[in-house]
């Protein structure tokens, strides 16, 4: 007879976990292990285009090769991450060997510790066995998880439910709607279609936010959980994948800036084929999927193959970083008006389309994205049209985690404080009065 698992929560903080594998299986589950304060230790040959841009922000240690057992000295706990079995057997019996608790995704049965469905909820963190069967912990996991959004909610505050694997759960006071909503390609379609008399699926471009994972929308989480496909960008955050049902297939379709990307096209292709074949596919991107995101492409492409599409609005870090870090885009008497612009492109760069000269001359606020590669000649540019130089400044890195930075400057410092600081993207650039409205 099996025996019940006995629950304990983990004080990583500090701790070495070891972490073998660096797949998608790997993806999921470091984040939540960073997020516990865990000081990880990745073994594996090659990473995914996400745990690569944590490697190279400082986030994890990274050692290119396969495992050896002198890897496991001063672990706490060790993550087997690949599909190999006998690779992974032979982690798991050194881990035996030194008594070190370890768990596998090939084989639960093999393990000495499982993974839990886990749900948070502010400072409140649930954790649900299901007896070894995953897809019992997740319903167990989002039944609770609708419980704690009712029962913590503000008094009067409606919460929409989760839904299960293929739920079509309403928001109140909208029963009865159509699920189709009238419209153009922007309408939010949430039914399957029929192309060429065959059933295909459907596809969510749906905004997770700009970092912080209970800043996605409720019905992006909703639409998250009944995925059988999540494409899914580097800065998505990584809690949420974390709670992926185990049978979803997840596309790392990271655009790490200047480095290793995978082709728009081949991530519209993705989305068509998935959704084609009768899958429900969730493109999970960062902030907003309209907001530099291109999603107004990977929409033309599902529509010119006869895949409905639906759009979730997410919350921007354009606004969220600024608010993040004090600073109000708009205040009154101070500004009455934001720019939100790319700065992937420099000034003078012939493909660019922003209009510096003219950005130079408004007193309102100047939001940039993307912007940090090229922000010395951003400046120059601003200051050469007529901005002073004197102008508040300010440098919000990750916004609204754990690691956020914020630094602030002046128009022609700002860009020599960055390096200083040795400040990172993701982050976002605030220029104008607003700067300094709320400090101090």
Request: proline share 8%; charged share 20%; aromatic share 2%.
């Amino acid at each position: 007879m099996t025996s019940n698992p006995y629950p304990l929560g983990l004080r990583l903080h500090g701790r070495r976990v070891v972490v073998v594998g660096g797949g998608t299986v790997a993806t999921r589950r470091v984040p939540a292990l960073l997020d516990a304060g865990a000081d990880v230790l990745l073994v594996a040959p090659e990473l995914t285009p996400a745990l690569r841009a944590r490697a190279d922000a400082g986030r994890l240690r990274w050692v290119p090769r396969r495992f050896v057992p002198e890897d496991l000295d001063g672990a706490w706990l060790v993550q087997v991450a690949v599909d190999d079995p006998m690779a992974a057997a032979s982690v798991s019996a050194v881990a035996a060997e030194r008594r070190i608790f370890c768990v596998r995704a090939d084989d639960r049965t093999a393990a000495t510790a499982w993974t839990p469905a886990v749900t948070r909820h502010g400072p409140v963190t649930v954790a649900v066995l299901g007896g070894g069967d995953p897809h019992r912990a997740m319903t167990v996991r989002d039944a609770v998880r609708d419980l704690l959004a009712v029962r913590l909610a503000p008094a009067g505050a409606a919460a929409a439910p989760s839904g299960g694997h293929g739920a079509s759960a309403v928001p109140p006071g909208q029963a009865g709607a159509a699920a189709a909503p009238p419209g153009g390609l922007g309408a939010g379609v949430t039914e399957a279609g029929v192309t060429g008399g065959r059933q295909v699926g459907r596809v969510a471009l749906v905004g997770a936010g700009p970092g912080d994972p209970e800043l996605i929308t409720v019905k992006g989480w909703r639409l998250l959980t009944e995925a059988d496909v999540v494409v899914a960008d580097r800065l998505v955050p990584g809690l949420l994948l974390d709670e992926l049902r185990p049978d979803v297939e997840l596309v790392d379709a990271s655009k790490i800036p200047y480095g290793p990307s995978r082709a728009q096209e081949e991530i519209n292709q993705i989305l068509v084929d998935r959704a084609l074949a009768g899958a429900f596919v969730v493109r999970l991107k960062g902030g907003d999927p309209y907001v530099f995101g291109r999603g107004g492409e990977e929409l033309l492409a599902c529509a010119a193959a006869g895949v409905p599409v639906t759009v979730v609005p997410g919350v921007t870090s354009s606004i969220a970083a600024p608010a993040a870090a004090g600073i109000p885009v708009t205040h009154r008497g101070v500004a009455h008006e934001f720019t939100v612009v790319s700065g992937h492109l420099a000034p003078d760069a012939p493909a660019s389309l922003v209009r510096w000269d003219a950005l130079a001359g408004l007193h309102g606020t100047l939001v940039i994205l993307m912007g940090l590669k090229n922000l010395a000649a951003i400046t120059a540019t601003l200051i050469a049209h007529g901005r002073s130089p004197q102008t508040p400044a300010a440098v919000v890195q990750e916004a609204t985690t754990g690691t956020q930075r914020v630094l602030r400057s002046t128009l022609d410092a700002v860009a020599a404080d960055v390096l200083t600081a040795e400040v990172r993207p993701p982050a976002v650039v605030v220029v104008g009065d607003v700067v300094n409205t709320l400090d101090g």
